[in-house]
């Protein structure tokens, strides 16, 4: 392939903007124990000219996505200097938001659309327990209208759009090539059927997040939990690798792990959109997001996330056409693809994609919440292990706590 360009973004010396202290990333935790080990995947390689240095790419794309369902990815065309650039921007949000904006600009999860900012109290529009949790999401609606976006950011949109731009035109595209190589389907065949298009991050949305050290109370609450053990719902998720080590994947072995820090790379999660359009094959990401270890207890912790949405009227099925699935067949052994298959083959409707989203948004819950959180609510027992289990329109999900 042409070799694809590197991120080139707008100047951060531009006339008008203000002066933004640099992103200190926090110390590395000591701790080793309970970490994964995932695969590393260079997107580079992908322009070689070598066809055996591509294939091998493949298989190493292949493997991951079938046995862990994420994967590192290094060398996809940004600098750290260029990505510190974008932590110090959120950084810069978490200090200087006015609270006329946090106001103004609440987001109103119950419409389905995670659209503006969060306050740290829950995943309700209004004031629930401490989860110490703030952020700020992107979708269509604030790409589109400058006046959702808190006016601290808006001297540095040109830089967060052109970011976001090429996370998705760029990296996101090249990603799909190789999962679209896996399934032995054209190189655009996920990128042109699958992936939604319209504003830089399509249907889907970027995130600047702060997770803040939480109190007692709550840690009790939520027995250090930050966020439930979910999928999610999209294509693929792209988060950036972080210092502060809380981000954990559900294991093979059934236990969780977290994600070490690997700096500059991107940290793929598989959405359940790519689940079921593989047929199985890909295994959306089981994950959560715990307390770090002891030695990072009392840092803050800025996560950035861009979140790939499959085109919204889409009702997800496997690709017919992919000769893989059709070599092979489905594989139905866990999953969203399963309930999926359970729902079509009883002649009824699957969701659309924006169905969804939206009823999983619209109803999600906190970790703090006792009384949902408990055997008998939202929880069950599995094989001796305690499951969360919600039903979304008809679709079972049971996932680790
Ligand atoms: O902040 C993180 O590392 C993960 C957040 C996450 O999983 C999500 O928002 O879906
Ligand atoms: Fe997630």
Redesign the pocket.
């Known amino acids: 392939m042409a070799p694809a360009a590197p991120f080139n973004p707008p100047s951060a010396d531009l006339p008008g903007k203000p002066f933004v202290p640099e992103w200190v990333p926090p110390p590395v935790t000591k701790e080793t124990h309970k970490f994964a080990k995932l695969k590393s995947i260079e997107l580079s390689l992908l322009d070689s000219e070598d066809p055996a240095v591509v294939d091998a790419l493949i298989q190493n794309v292949k493997t991951a996505i079938r046995d862990d369902g994420f994967l590192f990815l290094e060398n996809y065309g940004v600098s750290l200097e260029q990505l510190h650039r974008q932590f110090a921007l959120a950084q810069y949000l978490y200090y200087n938001i006015s609270d006329e904006d946090k106001d103004n600009l609440l987001f109103d999860p119950e419409t389905g659309r995670w659209s503006g900012y969060k306050h740290p109290y829950g995943f309700k529009r209004q004031r629930g327990p401490t989860d110490g949790i703030e952020q700020f999401n992107w979708y269509k609606p604030d790409w589109e209208d400058i006046n959702r976006v808190p006016k601290c950011l808006h001297p540095f949109m040109d830089e967060i759009e052109s970011f976001c731009n090429y996370l998705t035109k760029s990296v996101n595209r090249r990603l799909l090539t190789l999962f679209s190589r896996v399934l032995e389907l054209p190189d655009d065949y996920l990128w042109d059927n699958v992936q939604s298009h319209g504003s830089p991050t399509g249907e889907g949305y970027f995130?600047y997040?702060l997770?803040r050290p939480v109190e007692k109370q709550t840690e009790e609450a939520s027995k250090g939990l930050r966020?439930h053990g979910?999928t999610?719902f999209g294509l693929t998720?792209l988060?950036f690798s972080?210092p502060i080590s809380?981000?954990q994947i559900w294991g093979r072995d059934e236990e969780w792990y977290y994600?070490p820090y690997k700096p500059g790379a991107l940290?793929i999660?598989i959405g359940d959109t790519l689940e079921i359009v593989s047929g199985g094959h890909f295994k959306a990401t089981r994950?959560?997001?715990f307390k770090p270890p002891v030695d990072q207890l009392h840092e803050e912790?800025l996560?950035l996330?861009l979140?790939n949405s499959s085109v919204g009227d889409l009702r997800m099925a496997p690709a017919a056409e992919s000769p893989l699935i059709q070599r092979e067949g489905c594989v139905e052994e866990q999953g969203v693809y399963k309930e999926f298959k359970n729902l079509t083959s009883k002649g009824q409707l699957v969701p659309t994609n924006r169905q969804w989203r939206e009823i999983q948004i619209s109803t999600a819950t906190d970790p703090t919440d006792t009384v949902r959180n408990r055997v008998g609510a939202d929880q069950v027992v599995i094989d001796g292990k305690v499951m969360h289990q919600r039903e979304y329109m008809g679709v079972k999900v049971v996932l680790p706590v």
């Open positions: 995130r997040a997770f966020m979910h999610d998720t988060l972080v809380c981000l994600v940290v999660n994950h959560r997001v912790r996560s996330v979140f």
